[in-house]
C-alpha cells in the first residue's frame, strides 16, 4: 500500500482504513488488520466498506481469527500455488469451462475410459515418454488409430489449458505423433444407387426419405442438415446457407433443381427447422427409418446412410470431369483443399478416359480410319 494515503485509525486495536473510491464513484473506506503472528508483522486487507459489506467490527474479527491459527491471504495464496494439479484436477478444470456439447461428452468418455485410470492421479511434470507411450499402446489394443490419435490429443489439450492458466509446467517433451490412414470413399455402383433411389421413393417416412435425398442432392453434412432452416433457403435467389460448418464461418452453396424439388415439396410445419426433432427443437440424431432403408436397398453394412450419400454426391462431380477440385472444394465446405484431393483420383480417371477417347480419334485418323462423326460448331464470318 503507497506511504502516501492517510491510514485512519478506527477504535478496535490493530484495524484502520484508507479512504478510496467505489465502482459508482462514491467514497468508499478500504479496512485493513495489522496483527503480530509467529514473531512477524502482517499487515493485510480486510475488505471494502461497499464491495465486501466490511465494517470496522467484522475486520477486528477477521484480525482476531488470523491471531488464533487461521492463516493470511498471503499464507492462502502460497498455500493455493502449491496445490497439487493432477491431471484429474486439470480436466475438472478443463471441463468446467467448456460448453455442454457432444464434443465435450466425447472428451468426458475418453478421458474416463483412457486417461484416468492410468494417468489421472499423475502430475504434468510427472509424466514421461514411456508413460504417454504406454496409453497409446494399450488404447491401440482395441481401437482403431483415429481413437488413439484423439485421446493423445485430449491429454495434451488438458495440460496445455492447465499451463496457459499458471497451474501447472507444459509438458516437457513431444508427444508422440499418431498417423491415420483412415479416409474412406464411400461411393455406390450405379445399381446400388438405383435401389438406393428405389428404397427411399417407397419408403412412407418423408422426414427420412428427404432427408436422404438433400443429402444427396446437395452434398450437406448430417449436423449442417440439422440445423437447416426455412430461413436458411432463398428459394429466388437460388442459395442455402449453411450455417457454422466444419470448416468455420457460415457458407453458401447454390440451390440446384434437384434440391429445390425436394425442399419445395417437403412440408412445413410451426418449427423453424426443415428437419425439426421432438417439439420442433433442432434434430440431434437423423431418424431411424434412414438405417432401414439402407437395409432395405442392400447396401453394404459398413455403408454410412448420411456421410456415404455426400461421399456419393463428391464422387459423381469428380468423376464427371466437368468440376475442378477447387470447384468441389467450395461446393462440400471443405476448409482446406487436403480434405477435397481424396476425390482426385476419380477426376484424374475422367481425364485418363477423355484422354484415350482423343487417342483413339487421332490413331484412326493416321491409321487412315475415318473417326467417328464429333459434334463441331460452326463458326460464322
Not at 208 to 227: I, V
Not at 243 to 269: C, F, T, Y
Request: positive net charge; proline residues 7%; glycine residues 6%.
Amino acid at each position: 500500500m503507497p506511504n502516501k494515503v492517510e491510514r485512519i485509525k478506527t477504535n478496535y486495536p490493530g484495524v484502520y482504513y484508507i479512504m478510496s473510491k467505489a465502482t459508482d464513484g462514491r467514497p468508499e473506506k478500504i479496512y485493513y488488520i495489522f496483527y503480530r503472528k509467529g514473531g512477524k508483522q502482517i499487515e493485510e486487507k480486510a475488505g471494502r466498506q461497499f464491495q465486501n459489506d466490511m465494517t470496522p467490527a467484522r475486520a477486528a474479527r477477521i484480525r482476531t481469527q488470523r491471531i488464533e491459527g487461521d492463516p493470511s491471504n498471503q499464507e492462502r495464496r502460497e498455500e493455493a500455488r502449491q496445490e497439487v494439479w493432477t491431471i484429474t484436477r486439470l480436466w475438472q478444470e478443463y471441463s468446467a469451462h467448456k460448453p455442454i456439447t457432444k464434443g465435450l461428452t466425447t472428451d468426458r468418455s475418453r478421458f474416463q475410459k483412457f486417461i484416468e485410470p492410468t494417468l489421472g492421479k499423475k502430475e504434468p511434470q510427472e509424466l514421461s515418454p514411456l508413460d504417454v507411450d504406454r496409453l497409446r499402446i494399450s488404447t491401440a489394443k482395441n481401437h482403431k488409430p483415429q481413437t488413439v490419435k484423439h485421446v493423445i490429443a485430449l491429454l495434451v489439450r488438458i495440460i496445455n489449458h492447465g499451463a496457459r492458466l499458471g497451474l501447472c509446467p507444459g509438458l516437457s517433451f513431444k508427444p508422440p505423433t499418431i498417423k491415420v490412414h483412415n479416409l474412406k470413399t464411400e461411393d455406390l455402383s450405379p445399381e446400388q444407387l438405383a435401389a438406393l433411389m428405389e428404397a427411399i421413393n417407397e419408403d412412407h417416412d418423408y422426414q427420412a426419405a428427404n432427408f436422404m435425398r438433400l443429402a444427396l442432392c446437395t452434398g450437406m453434412r448430417r449436423g449442417e442438415l440439422f440445423k437447416l432452416t426455412w430461413a436458411d433457403i432463398d428459394f429466388e435467389r437460388g442459395y442455402i446457407t449453411i450455417r457454422a460448418p466444419k470448416g468455420g464461418k457460415d457458407q453458401i452453396i447454390p440451390l440446384n433443381q434437384a434440391a429445390r424439388e425436394v425442399l419445395e415439396s417437403h412440408p412445413k410445419d410451426e418449427s423453424p427447422f426443415v428437419f425439426p426433432g421432438r417439439e420442433g427443437r433442432q434434430r440431434t440424431r437423423y431418424p431411424k427409418r434412414i438405417d432401414a432403408i439402407r437395409k432395405r436397398a442392400n447396401l453394404p453394412p459398413d455403408f454410412r446412410p448420411l456421410h456415404g450419400l455426400r461421399h456419393v454426391y463428391a464422387s459423381m462431380l469428380a468423376s464427371s470431369g466437368q468440376v475442378d477440385l477447387y470447384t468441389l472444394q467450395k461446393l462440400l465446405t471443405h476448409k482446406s483443399a487436403a480434405m477435397t484431393q481424396r476425390y482426385a483420383h476419380l477426376r484424374d480417371e475422367a481425364l485418363r478416359r477423355a484422354s484415350d477417347l482423343a487417342g483413339d480419334l487421332i490413331g484412326q485418323a493416321l491409321n487412315g480410319n475415318k473417326p467417328p462423326r464429333v459434334a463441331q460448331q460452326r463458326r460464322e464470318d
